[in-house]
């Protein structure tokens, strides 16, 4: 008897191990790049981060080496959409996988690249197909539309959110999202924002998006604007509370920006126009990049503060005024609220001359 008890506990524990195995869920991403052996190649992933140089995107970037029949990698089990890149027999293959947690097969068959992976991603698949994501990509910066392709691109961002509300909870809709309504307006955020599941909020694509909504309030007109600290040209700390009693017009721009370096004799016109007194200005670079910011103002011979925003901060300055294109350009008032925010159909010139005469 107590043998046969002995046998069936063995006989559940066994079973019992066996279940929890076909259960465990995998805790690893793992790539496996599928070839015929006869060249060698290259894999490389794009970053899912968001990244502002190529510093930053060169480190982001996940390379290895095809030497093999099968070649298996594998990375961290972040779920984002990344874009895969395979170069083999003087052929490059590129695709986009959805990944996280789970394995994928990526076979280079009679020069098609044929990828199986997880129900996620096959699960993303069926929504890029829906929505039209790839033909999206090609036609953002396409200037020449068809009627068709307009049509297409005017229609999107609303076939989107109509997705986002059938799927709450998708984070691949998230990053989607992130990329078609980082320069949204308040309402379209807000639109956004509630169709997604509030627990997706705090998510790497979302939280973004809800920063923005939250400082658009903040910085609209009328409102204190918010302070800072930063270092000049010449290393020194400059602070929105030092330009308090007088006018403050800060310019956001970069050294790379045409349209801002297209500005400056409009602003040195300005400069000259009005004394310090009337009038301060001051240029917040956005440039990630040192040194060339440091030779921009050499170059440009700006005769204003110069500071640069801090990458370091846990939100950037540009953030907090909501700048998602440059140049951009607002008025603070002598008690530090937002007066005006420049339009590109504005003269900046006949603006300032309203307020400040």
């Excluded at 140089?53 to 594998?74: L, M, P, R, V, W």
């Excluded at 690249?113 to 953002?140: A, D, Y």
Aim: charged share 25%.
């Amino acid at each position: 008897m107590k043998k046969t008890k002995f046998i069936l506990i063995i006989a559940t524990l066994v079973l019992s191990a066996c279940n929890n195995a076909e259960n465990k869920k995998p805790d690893t991403c793992k790539l496996n790049i599928n070839v015929d052996g006869s060249s060698n190649g290259i894999l490389t992933i794009a970053p899912y981060q968001r990244v502002e140089t190529k510093e930053a995107y060169n480190k982001f970037t996940i390379k290895d080496s095809i030497k093999q029949k099968t070649t298996t990698i594998e990375i961290d089990t972040v779920k984002a959409i990344r874009r895969i890149s395979i170069n083999y027999n003087n052929k490059t293959y590129q695709t986009e996988i959805f990944t996280g947690p789970g394995e994928f097969n990526l076979s280079i068959i009679n020069d098609s690249l044929i990828v199986k992976g997880t129900p996620k991603h096959k699960e993303f698949i069926k929504i890029k197909e829906t929505l039209g994501l790839s033909k999206m990509e090609r036609l953002r910066y396409k200037k020449d539309l068809t009627p068709e392709e307009e049509n297409f691109k005017t229609s999107f961002a609303s076939n989107l959110i109509e997705t986002i509300k059938k799927h709450p909870k998708n984070i691949a809709l998230a990053q989607t999202a992130y990329s078609q309504f980082w320069g949204a307006d308040a309402k379209t955020l807000d639109t956004v924002l509630n169709s997604f599941d509030s627990s997706l909020h705090t998510n790497y694509f979302v939280a973004p998006l809800v920063e923005r909504r939250k400082n658009l309030d903040l910085v609209a007109v009328g409102m204190p604007a918010p302070t800072f600290t930063l270092k000049s040209y010449d290393n020194k700390d400059v602070s929105l509370t030092d330009y308090k009693g007088k006018y403050l017009l800060i310019d956001f721009w970069a050294y790379w920006c045409g349209p801002c370096i297209k500005g400056f004799p409009e602003l040195k016109e300005i400069r000259e126009t009005y004394t310090e007194d009337q009038l301060s200005i001051l240029s917040i670079s956005t440039d990630k990049n040192y040194d060339k910011w440091i030779e921009a103002v050499d170059k440009h011979k700006l005769p204003w503060t110069q500071v640069i925003d801090d990458a370091k901060l846990p939100v950037s300055i540009g953030s907090k005024y909501t700048v998602i294109a440059i140049p951009h350009l607002i008025l603070i008032s002598p008690e530090g609220n937002i007066v005006y925010k420049h339009k590109y159909t504005d003269s900046l010139t006949e603006e300032l001359k309203k307020i400040l005469n």
